[in-house]
């Protein structure tokens, strides 16, 4: 029998090592759990500092004694591997577990034991815990702002049809995959365009953009038995040409007369907020200022003086100015340079300006791909006879883009958490709508509630994008 | 005057205030191979890369198949695609497959049906014997692989002239008789080609003239025998010197 040192375990004893150790670690563990959930304190007779310390000590040496290399015990090993290869990741290990062990008992009595749900007033919020009623009560506001509750079902069916038509993608055939990349770009932003602002918007407006669906649906179906030579100009002539039909000779007349044209009530963008207005602008921004980045990235590096520095002004000005200000000018002072006749929507205006903003970021994002890529890739397709376009379409741009897959999911995230800001031009989006509501006289005293409500909201939100653009990363990793 | 495919005449190029090319006067018949050597920083790689102009000449001319290149030429396209060109470091496209690299250029420059494209591609990576790996990406490759492919890549594009910007200086030594030896096939095939190389026994093998150049000046141009055996001038006979 080896003799046991415990300065320094080994495998020659093993056993010994492993019991001591772990009956010293799982002390420590239960010493600090009954402490903190149930208040009992197994070592309240040693003085005050040792006893402080005393699981952390015990834990430590517990550590100490079964980091034996090598072991051969898989489970050890991985231990040892992971959390316990030195005296000090043994440390950061144990104060982990501690603080996180400390920490589940008034969290959990906050969130849910000591949380009050039922009800639908102030009054029953009496515990120490969360008070979720008022975010139950005020759901609905959360979600959708001052839009009015009988119209709600429009957000709701948009949203719908927009995810629905969102994952057309998936279920293309082959056939058609290759103009998914048509559709995505070009035809589903025009579509929920019009879906938001016409069909959240209704009013007058909305026939337009139903004879406008209505074109689109007949040409489209009657596109497939044109001959390709001759797609082109269909499809620039037919859908303006059924759009103009159907407004002025087939129904306008017959509508007026029967008094349906106010049949969708017009509901103003500034009484859109909540959640689904955060979507709305951050669903647009990332769509428009995606490209307007890509132009703008590609022109810094153009050759015509014109373009170039055209480029560097709009990227350098808009991102030395601070979002808030160029969201208030947006509101404020823009329209003072309009003609006195011409209206654009307060929401447009917002969603240009934070568009134009973020645009010069994905700009600078996008340069540092392009910059990453060797020259020889450009030798090549010029060498191959492809002129500007098609060298940056179909071998520049697919790799560089590639390259900075992260860096413009950081972009876009950090677009989707200033949404918020837009409470400066007035527009309440779920942020704005919880800092009304904490100031309500009825419910004052829960604003703790609704920032973590809303953080969960942005978190969730966030962390599917950037799970999203880390599978596209995977998906689109062709080296080695 | 017709078989004349490249014509350089008085031909200076400078990188600002430094003149990499000078005074360069060169014929290139058609079907004729030229290899083109000498030592480092002499300007051979960009007296090929002004022929299908990814360098742009300050003064003189190169008329390249009856087009000459200036910076009005409008369709620098259609003449680059007709001039294929393989470079020192493959310079593949790593985000498409071997078979995407080959159809590329022909589905999108020439316009060319996606089957036939493919069938052609199949044909040039065969003839050069990676038809295998046709489905792969250049990052699964070993160089001598990748290089052949971008080989077969400019052939795809079935161009009158082929220019080989030191095809071999990135190679393993195993890898590089696998590309020589494609070369060499090519070459039989009566392609015209323009090679800058150190591969000395390629010249002897293919080439109808070897052409040495030096500090931006063609020093010696001389049918291939006639080079080895009796050169002329002593900067000629220095290099060889040292190369063989």
New interface residues.
């Given amino acids: 029998m080896n003799k046991l040192n415990f300065l320094q375990p080994d495998k020659n004893n093993l056993n010994n090592y492993l019991y001591t150790g772990t009956i010293l670690v799982a002390l420590s563990i239960f010493i600090v759990f009954l402490n903190s959930f149930f208040n009992k304190d197994l070592i309240s007779f040693l003085p005050g500092t040792l006893s402080f310390f005393l699981p952390l000590i015990l834990g430590f040496i517990g550590l100490h004694l079964i980091r034996i290399e090598y072991s051969g015990l898989k489970f050890l090993d991985s231990i040892n591997k992971h959390i316990n290869t030195n005296n000090f990741n043994a440390f950061l290990s144990l104060l982990i577990v501690f603080v996180v062990i400390k920490s589940l008992p008034p969290l959990l009595s906050w969130f849910i034991l000591d949380a009050n749900i039922a009800g639908d007033s102030k009054d029953v919020c009496t515990g120490t815990g969360a008070c979720w009623t008022y975010i139950k009560i005020w759901f609905n506001r959360f979600m959708y702002g001052m839009y009015p509750n009988a119209e709600q079902w429009r957000i709701n069916l948009s949203f719908i049809a927009l995810a629905f038509l969102g994952t057309i993608g998936f279920f293309a055939t082959e056939k058609f995959k290759k103009y998914l990349t048509l559709y995505y770009v070009v035809i589903y932003p025009v579509i929920a365009f019009f879906f938001i602002f016409f069909f959240i918007s209704g009013g007058p407006i909305f026939f337009d953009f139903s004879y406008g669906i209505i074109a689109a649906v007949i040409s489209i179906i009657i596109g497939f038995f044109i001959p390709s030579k001759f797609k082109m100009y269909y499809f620039i002539i037919v859908p303006i040409t059924l759009y103009i039909l159907l407004k002025y000779v087939f129904f306008y007349e017959e509508l007026i007369e029967l008094g349906k044209l106010e049949a969708l009530e017009w509901v103003e963008t500034g009484a859109w907020g909540g959640l689904s207005l955060t979507f709305i602008v951050s669903f647009f921004c990332l769509i428009f200022c995606f490209p307007i980045g890509l132009f703008l990235s590609l022109g810094r590096r153009s050759d015509f003086p014109i373009i170039k520095y055209f480029s560097i002004g709009m990227i350098e000005f808009w991102r030395g100015v601070p979002l808030i200000t160029v969201l208030f000018m947006s509101s404020v002072m823009f329209p003072m340079f309009l003609p006195e006749d011409m209206f654009i929507d307060k929401l447009v205006r917002v969603i240009i300006a934070i568009s134009l903003f973020e645009a010069a970021y994905v700009a600078e994002v996008i340069r540092g791909g392009l910059q990453a890529l060797?020259r020889?890739?450009y030798?090549?397709?010029?060498?191959?006879?492809?002129?500007y376009w098609?060298m940056h379409i179909?071998?520049i741009l697919?790799?560089a883009l590639?390259l900075v897959i992260p860096g413009i999911a950081n972009t876009f995230l950090a677009l989707v958490k200033d949404t918020p800001l837009i409470f400066v031009v007035g527009l309440l989006e779920i942020v704005g709508m919880l800092n009304l509501a904490k100031t309500n006289p009825e419910w004052l005293g829960f604003a703790m509630e609704g920032y973590v409500f809303a953080s969960v909201l942005f978190f969730i939100i966030c962390y599917a994008m950037s799970k999203y653009s880390y599978n596209l990363e995977q998906k689109?990793k062709?080296?080695? | 005057m017709s078989d004349k495919i490249i014509q350089i005449t008085e031909m200076n190029k400078w990188f600002g205030d430094f003149q990499v090319l000078k005074n360069i006067n060169l014929e290139v018949e058609k079907n004729k191979k030229i290899v083109v050597c000498g030592p480092s920083g002499s300007g051979k790689s960009t007296l090929i890369?002004c022929i299908?102009r990814?360098e742009e000449h300050q003064e003189g001319s190169i008329i390249v198949d009856g087009n000459e290149l200036t910076a009005d030429t409008k369709d620098i396209?259609?003449i680059?695609?007709?001039?294929?060109?393989v470079?020192q470091?493959?310079?593949?496209?790593?985000?498409?497959s071997i078979l995407d690299n080959c159809t590329?250029?022909p589905i999108?420059?020439?316009k060319m049906p996606k089957k036939d494209a493919e069938d052609l591609a199949i044909q040039h990576l065969e003839k050069v014997q990676i038809a295998d790996q046709a489905n792969k990406?250049p990052?699964?490759l070993s160089g001598g692989q990748q290089q052949r492919c971008?080989i077969a890549?400019?052939l795809c594009?079935e161009p009158k002239i082929m220019l080989f910007d030191e095809p071999t200086s990135a190679l393993d030594p195993e890898m590089i008789k696998e590309v020589l030896d494609a070369m060499v096939n090519l070459a039989k095939a009566g392609m015209t080609m323009i090679v800058v190389t150190h591969e000395m026994g390629f010249a002897k093998e293919v080439a109808d003239e070897v052409i040495f150049m030096d500090e931006g000046m063609i020093v010696e141009k001389a049918d291939t025998k006639e080079f080895f055996a009796n050169p002329k001038s002593d900067r000629t006979k220095l290099f060889l010197s040292q190369i063989l």
């Fill in positions: 060797p020889g890739q030798d090549a397709a010029k060498s191959l006879g492809m002129g098609k179909l071998v697919p790799q590639k689109y062709t080296e080695r | 890369r299908n990814l396209e259609k680059r695609a007709e001039v294929g060109m470079f470091q493959f310079n593949l496209f790593p985000h498409l590329l250029a999108w420059v020439k990406y990052g699964q971008a890549r400019a594009m």
